[in-house]
């Protein structure tokens, strides 16, 4: 099990850049890693994910583009480069690590381990 600590949000413009850090307690080489965001009112949705050798990553649709998804597993940190921000951006974005297959990876219940989240607002 791995603890996770978000850090890099803030209160942005549209069409500005934000870089997200996840540090890790342990090992991050053992799991895939991801990011997702909740906005105040929905549901808890799938952002990006990257493979735990950093072989294969996935986007979300609505960030596809514009968000980079990189891991560094000798740091036991993950980072999540966003450009191009919109103001439907805005959410608390979560890291999170766990293991998962192709199928389920964009889903939540894939990963065991969470931090506690970081708030990115995005005004037009």
């Known amino acids: 099990q791995v603890q996770l600590v978000e850090s890099g949000g803030g209160a942005v413009q549209a069409g500005d850049s934000l870089r997200l850090s996840c540090a890790a307690s342990?090992?991050?080489?053992?799991?895939?890693m991801s990011w997702f965001r909740q906005a105040p009112g929905k549901e808890r949705e799938f952002v990006a994910a990257?493979?735990?050798?950093?072989?294969?990553?996935y986007y979300a649709d609505s960030v596809k583009g514009r968000f980079a998804i990189s891991r560094n597993n000798a740091k036991s940190t993950v980072t999540l480069q966003m450009n191009s921000l919109k103001p439907e951006d805005t959410a608390v974005y979560y890291c999170?690590?766990?293991?998962?297959?192709?199928?389920?990876?964009?889903?939540?219940?894939?990963?065991?381990?969470w931090g506690q989240g970081t708030q990115v607002t995005v005004s037009s």
């Open positions: 990257i493979r735990r050798n950093g072989g294969t990553i």
């Open positions: 999170a690590a766990g293991t998962a297959i192709t199928s389920t990876i964009r889903r939540s219940e894939s990963y065991a381990n």
């Open positions: 342990g090992r991050t080489s053992n799991y895939d």
